[in-house]
């Protein structure tokens, strides 16, 4: 009998030490899932790599500029500054006919802004991705100029597009698409007006399009680039709205005789007073920029607002009033850099520094009122920062560099004309001529274009040299990568430069 019930009482132990053995090896296995959760979710905020398999064919895709500013904080200008700047080919990106005002028509020729070329590399192979103003993006050979493909849009494009990465499905035209708008002069009073496509890489295919809805906006063009964070796409439309999306071709469907990728939000970024008093003027052409969760957005209405991707509304809406043409730029000091245009307001256009977390205005630098074309002032490109210094160019025909942190003893009066604030320390200042491109910074180096050329300055800590020169009329921001610079121009050809 006492065998017999140890017997059983062994079988017991066993089965309780096996039980608490699995139990241990499944919270092992939980502990470590979980520790990589986190890992995965940061990787994800942008993929920049993935392998495609098509046609038996393997190859692996890398992004080295996959939007405009080279990453969502707006802040990647290229690696690898040339030696020299020799021409090494430039290739022809046509023209094309577009409805300005009062519906007259005009012939625009090669791109202009914001106009800056994608670059990335299929097996190592560098490409760069353009739009044009001939109606057609463009997939160009980086290392001749020559046209791989091309696909025509209904209008001129001119804003740059976003390369997205999808790790998550194996179909090769879907695990590499490009996001880009164009004009819709054309279509404005029609049913559709088909701005924002998503044009496979692989085969230069268009694997959906999106209809940009008529609103009190005089415009229904797409010149922003879109954010990607995970697997949901950011974007302002020239309509007013801000949108979310998924950017994944596998969940699109049709709607009004098109395949529309899925709307998650849409949100209003301007009021009706807004659309008076800019007289329709409502367009959103800056690039929202991302950081800790917060997406921050310049509108046409004259707001920049933060929208908090986890409350999936909006946080902070600091009221400016002008137009705001540049995208926002994120500092190192978790604060905002936002372009401001000399329109609709009483004080100067310039450059403003917004603390989101505070809800502070940092600094403000006024730029001179100067008519050029049909501007008067203020910025039209975006800023940008390398370490502790930050430049951008103005319409008044300078290049400025001023320090991000420090500023200068005495305050200067804000856009309202009004109130007082700090206004940052002057480093440099260079007569470069008007612009509406963004600098780079790139290896010690600031590149500046504009409508009078392309001045390159060699810099030294605070000090700065002009070494080059590149005549030529410029509205496009550059990219440099592996001592290339490449540039569009409004003489209607692509420009690459340098080794």
């Not at 692996?60 to 707006?74: A, H, S």
């Not at 085969?203 to 954010?227: F, H, I, M, P």
């Not at 920029?289 to 902070?316: E, M, N, P």
């Not at 604030?421 to 007569?431: A, D, R």
Request: aromatic letters at 12%; one cysteine or more.
């Amino acid at each position: 009998m006492f065998s017999v019930n140890f017997f059983y009482i062994r079988i017991i132990l066993i089965f309780c030490l096996i039980t608490l053995s699995c139990k241990k090896n499944h919270n092992n296995e939980n502990k470590k899932i979980e520790d990589l959760i986190p890992k995965v979710k940061k990787n994800q905020e942008f993929v920049n790599q993935v392998s495609i398999k098509n046609d038996s064919q393997e190859f692996v895709i890398k992004v080295i500029n996959p939007t405009f500013l080279g990453n969502n904080q707006r802040n990647f200008y290229g690696k690898g500054i040339p030696k020299k700047w020799n021409l090494q080919w430039k290739t022809w990106l046509g023209s094309g006919k577009t409805i300005v005002k009062k519906g007259q028509e005009q012939l625009w020729s090669g791109a202009g802004w914001t106009g800056q070329p994608l670059f990335y590399l299929e097996n190592e192979h560098p490409y760069l991705l353009q739009g044009a103003y001939d109606y057609h993006l463009k997939k160009i050979d980086a290392l001749n100029g020559k046209i791989v493909w091309e696909y025509p849009f209904e209008d001129v494009i001119k804003g740059t597009g976003t390369i997205w990465l999808n790790s998550q499905t194996e179909i090769p035209e879907l695990k590499a698409v490009v996001i880009q708008g164009s004009r819709q002069s054309k279509n404005y009073h029609q049913k559709n007006a088909p701005a924002l496509k998503a044009i496979s890489l692989i085969n230069g295919k268009c694997v959906w399009e999106l209809n940009v809805e008529k609103t009190k906006s005089y415009s229904r063009d797409v010149d922003a680039s879109a954010l990607i964070v995970n697997d949901t796409a950011y974007i302002g439309l020239e309509n007013g709205y801000f949108l979310s999306f998924l950017p994944d071709a596998r969940q699109a469907k049709h709607k009004n005789e098109l395949l529309q990728p899925k709307i998650l939000k849409k949100v209003k970024l301007y009021k009706n007073e807004d659309a008076v008093l800019h007289a329709g003027n409502l367009v959103i052409e800056a690039s929202p920029a991302y950081f800790d969760r917060k997406v921050f957005i310049s509108a046409g209405s004259g707001h920049v607002v933060t929208y908090d991707l986890d409350q999936k509304k909006i946080v902070w809406d600091y009221f400016i009033g002008s137009d705001l043409d540049g995208s926002p730029v994120v500092t190192p000091d978790s604060c905002i850099l936002v372009s401001i245009e000399k329109q609709y307001i009483k004080g100067n256009g310039g450059v403003l520094k917004l603390n989101p977390k505070n809800k502070n205005v940092e600094w403000f630098f006024p730029t001179q009122n100067k008519n050029f074309a049909d501007w008067k002032g203020g910025l039209i490109g975006s800023p940008s920062i390398s370490d502790s210094l930050c430049a951008f160019i103005a319409i008044d025909g300078n290049t400025y560099v001023v320090h991000l942190n420090k500023v200068q003893s005495k305050t200067v009066k804000l856009f309202d004309s009004k109130t007082e604030v700090f206004c940052p320390m002057l480093i440099f200042k260079y007569p470069t001529g008007p612009s509406i491109s963004t600098p780079l910074w790139v290896d010690n180096h600031l590149i500046c274009a504009g409508y009078h050329g392309i001045h390159i300055f060699y810099r030294e800590n605070q000090n700065f040299k002009l070494i080059k020169k590149i005549p030529g009329r410029f509205e496009a921001t550059p990219f440099v990568y592996n001592k290339r610079l490449y540039i569009a121009s409004r003489d209607g050809y692509l420009y690459c430069y340098g080794e």
